[in-house]
DNA sequence: ATGTCATAAGATTTATGA
């Protein structure tokens, strides 16, 4: 089963290449992040067109969720974090396919740090991490995906000492990660590729995917049930070489059937 | 500080987020 993560950057502005992606890249789960769409305005239509059927959680203006699937039905658990009634932005959904638990999110970016939006990733963050044990205690295969919003290490972007002071990259963000890692998880792309220099994202300024200027921010979370299975991950970095082409590339793995 | 895109309100631009 290849699954895959994309942050759009507006599912409806992305459209053709989103069509084109899907079509080339042949991914049989798609979690999409960064909808800019409210729940009327998914393109539902299109993507069944492409053959997958779809669940989403849109929002007014920013932030929206979406797993596709074409290899079987996809069974919602839930469509937000839980933890935080009040919390109403839609960043996080989580359903079953063929067997797998997978779990779509869109952590918040938390610029500027410090301030208020830093502490609300900090927050969600803890309360990530609160789900993501809970989720392994029950000892299934699980895959947690999307845009993390946080550079794990040094080697994870072109230029560290420029981001130290940045949300993406602050001790507090890659420590939360970290945590994450000691409770069980791996890094699927670093377990395949521990040294290899992968980015996920390039900025839209300054022709930052000219410089190859780029960030590893979009992970993928494997629960140890899954790991043995883990074949392949990779990012389909030309995508981001397209027309009207969102600010991150795809990212996948290959798990064996 | 800058740069680029996208969205929304309501305007022929501005603000906000990333």
């Not at 596709?68 to 658990?77: D, H």
């Not at 290899?196 to 190859?212: K, L, P, Q, S, V």
């Amino acid at each position: 089963m290849k699954i895959a993560t994309y942050n759009v950057n507006s599912v409806n502005a992305r459209l053709p290449v989103l069509l084109r992606w899907l079509q080339e890249s042949a991914p049989d789960v798609v979690c999409l992040q960064e909808l800019k769409a409210i729940q009327e305005n998914f393109p539902e239509e299109a993507i069944r067109n492409a053959g997958y059927t779809a669940i989403w959680h849109g929002q007014k203006s920013w932030n929206g969720v979406a797993i596709l699937s074409r290899v079987g039905n996809i069974t919602e658990r839930c469509r937000v974090l839980p933890g935080d009634p009040e919390d109403l932005h839609s960043r996080y959904i989580e359903a079953v396919v063929n067997g797998v638990i997978i779990g779509c999110l869109y952590l918040p970016n938390g610029n500027p740090a410090p301030g208020p939006k830093f502490d609300y990733k900090l927050s969600w963050l803890k309360r990530f991490a609160i789900h993501a044990k809970a989720l392994l205690t029950e000892e299934l295969p699980v895959v947690l995906t999307g845009d993390f919003n946080i550079i794990p290490t040094g080697k994870d972007v072109y230029k560290p000492e420029r981001w130290v002071d940045d949300a993406l990259f602050r001790p507090e963000s890659r420590a939360a990660f970290q945590e994450l890692i000691a409770q069980g998880w791996t890094d699927a792309i670093r377990q395949l590729h521990p040294e290899e220099t992968i980015y996920t994202y390039w900025d839209f300024f300054r022709n930052a995917f000219g410089r190859d200027a780029g960030l590893r921010i979009d992970h993928f979370l494997l629960s140890p049930q899954l790991v043995p299975q883990l074949q392949k991950a990779a990012v389909d970095k030309q995508v981001r070489g397209w027309e009207k082409t969102s600010d991150h590339a795809p990212v996948w793995i290959e798990l064996k059937d």
